[in-house]
């Protein structure tokens, strides 16, 4: 079983504590490479993507257009994509999780453990870069470092659900450790998995290259919509 070593965490710790597990996954590559990156910034119409700038960690508006063969979806420009991937701007990839055979087993498995519902969005650059600032999440997530060093802060507070997520004042935000309480305070490495509970205050600082999975949990009852098929079917070959 792939999930283990975390299952066996999240058993013992039923307060829902943030809680990093060191070489968790192994050969965590096998899950996403430069290489599937690559195919994917080539193919922007089947993800969502995002871009953060490297110099404020603020989001980068992308210019899009259009598919004859998708005239609804608004789809960023590929030679931008790579023009802001190669300057080491952070890229995000969601809705990566069936992009391979290994990303759909991977979340497949944890939503046949917990009353959840996943995906999985890559968090990649190529130089060190920046993310977001300090901020809160509607679902719990499972951060999966699988290229290079990320330090990660997981502060001893959480946002309460009166207020929409994305809410922290902007003086919050410029000084989390003058107001918050720092409860995990890590460098992840290629295998290691930080667990961070629902609406907990966290932030990352990717000082190095590096590719990571954040994989976002959100409890079934939530939302009202059935999980995804994660089933792989095949053709009738007799055919």
Same mark, same amino acid.
């Given at each position: 079983?792939?999930?283990?070593?975390?299952?066996?965490?999240?058993?013992?710790?039923?307060?829902?504590?943030?809680?990093?597990?060191?070489?968790?996954?192994?050969?965590?590559?096998?899950?996403?490479?430069?290489?599937?990156?690559?195919?994917?910034?080539?193919?922007?119409?089947?993800?969502?993507?995002?871009?953060?700038?490297?110099?404020?960690?603020?989001?980068?508006?992308?210019?899009?257009?259009?598919?004859?063969?998708?005239?609804?979806?608004?789809?960023?420009?590929?030679?931008?994509?790579?023009?802001?991937?190669?300057?080491?701007?952070?890229?995000?990839?969601?809705?990566?999780?069936? $992009?391979?055979?290994?990303?759909?087993?991977?979340?497949?498995?944890?939503?046949?453990?917990?009353?959840?519902?996943?995906?999985? $969005?890559?968090?990649?650059?190529?130089?060190?870069?920046?993310?977001?600032?300090?901020?809160?999440?509607?679902?719990?997530?499972?951060?999966?470092?699988?290229?290079?060093?990320?330090?990660?802060?997981?502060?001893?507070?959480?946002?309460?659900?009166?207020?929409?997520?994305?809410?922290?004042?902007?003086?919050?935000?410029?000084?989390?450790?003058?107001?918050?309480?720092?409860?995990?305070?890590?460098?992840?490495?290629?295998?290691?998995?930080?667990?961070?509970?629902?609406?907990?205050?966290?932030?990352?600082?990717?000082?190095?290259?590096?590719?990571?999975?954040?994989?976002?949990?959100?409890?079934?009852?939530?939302?009202?919509?059935?999980?995804?098929?994660?089933?792989?079917?095949?053709?009738?070959?007799?055919?």
């Amino acid at each position: 079983m792939i999930w283990k070593k975390f299952h066996n965490k999240i058993d013992f710790h039923y307060q829902d504590q943030p809680f990093v597990i060191k070489g968790c996954l192994d050969d965590p590559s096998q899950y996403v490479s430069w290489q599937d990156i690559e195919t994917c910034l080539n193919v922007p119409q089947n993800y969502s993507i995002e871009a953060i700038s490297h110099y404020d960690s603020s989001k980068i508006e992308l210019q899009t257009t259009r598919c004859f063969w998708i005239p609804d979806k608004e789809i960023p420009i590929k030679s931008e994509l790579f023009d802001f991937f190669n300057c080491g701007h952070t890229i995000i990839i969601a809705e990566y999780s069936w $992009h391979n055979q290994k990303a759909n087993d991977l979340v497949k498995e944890l939503e046949e453990l917990y009353d959840i519902a996943c995906d999985i $969005h890559v968090y990649c650059s190529t130089k060190p870069s920046k993310s977001f600032n300090i901020h809160d999440d509607m679902p719990c997530n499972i951060i999966c470092q699988v290229e290079g060093k990320t330090r990660w802060k997981v502060y001893d507070n959480r946002s309460s659900h009166l207020y929409n997520i994305a809410s922290l004042p902007l003086e919050y935000k410029l000084n989390p450790d003058k107001y918050f309480t720092t409860l995990i305070d890590e460098v992840l490495e290629p295998g290691d998995i930080l667990y961070i509970p629902a609406r907990q205050f966290h932030a990352a600082d990717p000082f190095e290259p590096r590719i990571s999975m954040s994989i976002p949990c959100f409890n079934t009852q939530l939302r009202q919509f059935e999980k995804y098929d994660r089933n792989q079917y095949r053709r009738n070959k007799s055919n």
